[in-house]
Every structure is written in structure tokens, then in C-alpha cells.
């Protein structure tokens, strides 16, 4: 064990412990429960360890009664977390007398008597997960717990940064565009405010950036067992702890049978044909269930179009808010609207985000260009990450449609959806650099790196000052 300790390389052990001093930090400082829908989450853990149930309900049917024990419901009223959530004049209570008053408060409530919340449509894996924390705290109060579970996700954060390292590695290299790429990654606020936070997102993060990984190794090495035996396990686990990671299944199919065809010269399978295949089965397939009931196949489309470009002149005005778009719902939500979404970015560097999002894309195109070489070498990479891509995303507008068909205001779809991308993106910002003379590649790399440190010293400064200032 300590020899293999130490054969890791020091610059990923920096930049693990660096990453964990961090996430520690924003799970410090971002109070109980204020995270998105986490006192949810954090009830579902709790009804399966007081009452000793899965409370998994996917259809979503609510049975009647309260929907948090009295213990969380002593925490959000006399512990004074319901009043913080997205309230901005709102602060902790964390005077001694408060501290007396919750204990008093607090005093034989009963954990075991919540009832549904929205939490319980998702699969149990990632809440089975956090049993072992919330055990671990059991003899303690509401807020041990709280912290034990934030910190077990501590853990699902180093495995995906593992991962999307081993994952530039095998695309980039070893060196400094490796690291680059998997700190980005780890800078990414959203990313640490979803660690600071009760919710399966993390646990997607890590099950996608490992079956990225072992996706690739599959093409450039074959479909060997003790690839495709873990991949397939991180399928099962990324379905059993949320929906959201079904579209992993398209991108290892292709993989899978991109590997497949190279070993057993099957000439009529590949890149082009799977990528083209799955285009003409998937978007199909996600405009048939878009039509179904009341929605209408155009009204999809327009909305799918105007999320990401202007209007055209024969469209309708959108379904859902208007001013919901790309730049609201994706760019500002990654690297913003952290806690209860009410701690934003002020303005110029929202703006100098989205600016920054937009060269970049169009940089990528231009290093992708200049590489094409390579790109054609690995056109069934490109063809799995790509499918990666667009599977996900076309799934939540798919989602997020049928939702706003049913009266519903909210878009439900936001930046930390694209999380478990975030290992792309990391080696996307790599690769731009990688089209770089050596001297000017440094300087990237450090202005890259720098710009990711002082967006995180900016967010955890609004923490400070949305919660305790």
C-alpha cells in the first residue's frame, strides 16, 4: 500500500490536498441545509435510517402528512434555517442565548416521522451511501450529522479528480497541460458548492468521470473484461442514484462497438456510422416522447433553439421564461448562483464569464482545427464525447419541457446538471493551450490557473458576506 502511495505523482497529491483545504472551507462556511433542495436530501438519508425503509417513490406521488421530522423541523424554525433560505438579509443564529434556545428546542424530538419530499423520486445509492455518516453521527446532534454527511463527499470529489487526471493523461499526456486539466476542473465553483452540499450530484460527477475514462481506454485498447466489467458497474450505479445519468448508456455503446469492430474488422461500423446512427434513433426517439399529451413536436424544437440562438421569425415565443437562455441557465449557474442560488457574481465578471465561455468555444474550434490530424487519428473519441454531450444535454431539455407543459414555471434545468462534463471541460481549456508555442502555453496555463483561484477566493468571499457580513 505505502509503495503504491507513493508512485501517485506529487503534483495530483498537491492538488488533491489543495482541493480538499477548499471543499472544506465551503462546507464550513455554507450553513446546514442551504445548499439546492438539500434539507430534501437530507431527509430522505434520515426517514431510511430512523425508519429503516427506501422511501424510493419514482412516480413521485406524495403520501399525506409532514414532510420532515420534527427534528428538521425544529432545526428550520427555532434553529433558524428556514428564514435563511433564499432570503439575502437573513443570517445565522449563533449567539449563546440562541444556542440555549435550540437545546431547549431540540430536546426529544423525534427523527423518525418525515414524511415524502421531491427527494424521494431519485434512486437510493448515493442516500445509502450517506447511512454511514449519518450513523456515524447518531449519537450526536442534527448539525454532527450534517457535517459528517457534507464531508463524505469529500471522497466522491478525489475519485473524480483521479479520474479526469488519469482521463487527460490518456488524451493529453503527462506534464503541466494534465494538471491544468484537472484543475480546472476542481475551480469549477459550482463543483465545490454541490461538494459543500447534501445531493447526488457529486456522486454523478465521480461515476461520469470515471466511465469517461474507462470509455476511453475501451477504444484505444479493446474491449478487455476488466474495462467493460467496471464500466458497465458505473452504468448500474449512475442509474441508481439518479435518472439524469441514463444518457451515459449511448456514448458506451458506441465504445463498446467501436472496440469491438477494430478486433474483429467489422469495416461498415464506425465513428461516422455510430455517430450518424445515434443521431437518427435518438432524436427521434426524444422528439416522439417531446410530442406526446399536450406537447407538440415544433414547440420542442423552437424552445431547444432558442435556449441557445436568437429567435428565428417564424418561431413562437418560447415555452417556460423568456429571458432563460444558455448564458442564464448554463454559464451564470456554473459559475454562480451558489447556496440557495441567491449568492450570485456581480455583474462585470458574470459578463466577463460569458465572454470568456464564448472565446473559449470558438478557441477550441480553432485548436481542434489545427490538430485535425490528431482529431482524425481519434475520431472515435471525439465521436463518444460528443455523444456524451449531446445525449445529456438533449435529455434535460426533454425533461425541463415536459415539465413547463404541466404549468409549471420552473425550467428545471441549470448549470450543475453539466457537472458530470466537468472532466471535458478541463481537458477542452488543456487542449486550447496545447496549440501553443511553449512560452505563450505557460503563460496560459498560469493566467487559466490563476483566473480559477480568484473566482474561488470571490465566491467564498460572497459566502462570508451573504451569511455572516
Known amino acids: 500500500m505505502l509503495r503504491r502511495l507513493r508512485q501517485v505523482p506529487l503534483p495530483l497529491v498537491c492538488l488533491l490536498s489543495a482541493t ?26 434520515q426517514r431510511i435510517a430512523e425508519q429503516q425503509t427506501i422511501p424510493w417513490t419514482p412516480s413521485g406521488n406524495a403520501a399525506a402528512g409532514q414532510p420532515y421530522s420534527d427534528e428538521v423541523g425544529t432545526v428550520l424554525g427555532q434553529g433558524g434555517i428556514g428564514p435563511l433560505s433564499g432570503n439575502i438579509a437573513a443570517r445565522p443564529l449563533w449567539t449563546r442565548a440562541d444556542e440555549r434556545l435550540w437545546t431547549q428546542a431540540a430536546a426529544g424530538t423525534d427523527r423518525g416521522n418525515g414524511g415524502y419530499t421531491s427527494a424521494m423520486r431519485n434512486p437510493p445509492l448515493y442516500y445509502l451511501y450517506e447511512l454511514v455518516p449519518y450513523g456515524l453521527g447518531s449519537g450526536g446532534t442534527f448539525w454532527d450529522r450534517s457535517m459528517l454527511m457534507r464531508l463524505a463527499n469529500v ?239 438533449l435529455s434535460l431539455h426533454l425533461v425541463a419541457y415536459r415539465a413547463m407543459l404541466g404549468n409549471s414555471g420552473d425550467p428545471i434545468i441549470t448549470g450543475r446538471y453539466l457537472l458530470p462534463l466537468v472532466g471535458l471541460l478541463g481537458v477542452a481549456v488543456a487542449i486550447v493551450g496545447s496549440v501553443l508555442p511553449r512560452k505563450p502555453r505557460a503563460a496560459y496555463n498560469g493566467l487559466v490557473l490563476a483566473a480559477g483561484v480568484a473566482i474561488q477566493i470571490v465566491s467564498l468571499g460572497l459566502l462570508v458576506e451573504r451569511f455572516y457580513a
Not at 446512427?277 to 432524436?283: K, N
Open 20 to 45: 480538499t483545504l477548499l471543499v472544506c472551507a465551503w462546507i464550513v462556511l455554507m450553513p446546514p441545509l442551504q445548499g439546492p433542495d438539500e434539507v430534501s436530501h437530507f431527509a430522505y438519508v
Open 155 to 393: 471522497p466522491l470529489l478525489i475519485v473524480a479528480l483521479v479520474f479526469i487526471w488519469l482521463l487527460a493523461g490518456e488524451l493529453l499526456g503527462r506534464g503541466p497541460l494534465q494538471y491544468l486539466a484537472t484543475a480546472v476542473a476542481g475551480l469549477i465553483p459550482q463543483l465545490t458548492n454541490a461538494v459543500a452540499t447534501i445531493n447526488p450530484d457529486i456522486a454523478l460527477v465521480a461515476e461520469w468521470s470515471a466511465a469517461l475514462y474507462l470509455m476511453t481506454l475501451v477504444v484505444r485498447r479493446g474491449p478487455r473484461r476488466h474495462f467493460v466489467v467496471p464500466l458497465v458497474a458505473l452504468l448500474i450505479a449512475g442509474g441508481l442514484t439518479q435518472p439524469r445519468s441514463l444518457p451515459l448508456v449511448v456514448p458506451t455503446l458506441i465504445a463498446v462497438l467501436l472496440a469491438l469492430a477494430r478486433e474483429r474488422g467489422w469495416r461498415r461500423v464506425n465513428p461516422l456510422t455510430l455517430g450518424v446512427g445515434a443521431l437518427v434513433i435518438g432524436v427521434p426517439l426524444v422528439l416522439g416522447v417531446a410530442g406526446r399529451g399536450p406537447g407538440n413536436i415544433r414547440e420542442f424544437g423552437s424552445y431547444v433553439w432558442q435556449f441557445y440562438l436568437p429567435k428565428l421569425g417564424s418561431m413562437h415565443t418560447t415555452i417556460g421564461p423568456v429571458s432563460y437562455d444558455v448564458r442564464s441557465g448554463f454559464v451564470d449557474r456554473i459559475f454562480g448562483t451558489l447556496a440557495q442560488l441567491e449568492v450570485v457574481l456581480p455583474p462585470t465578471i458574470e459578463d466577463v464569464a460569458w465572454w470568456v465561455a464564448r472565446l473559449g468555444l470558438a478557441a477550441l474550434v480553432v485548436a481542434l482545427m489545427i490538430r485535425r490530424d490528431s482529431l482524425r487519428r481519434n475520431a472515435g473519441l471525439a465521436v463518444v464525447f460528443v455523444t456524451a454531450i449531446w445525449t445529456l444535454l
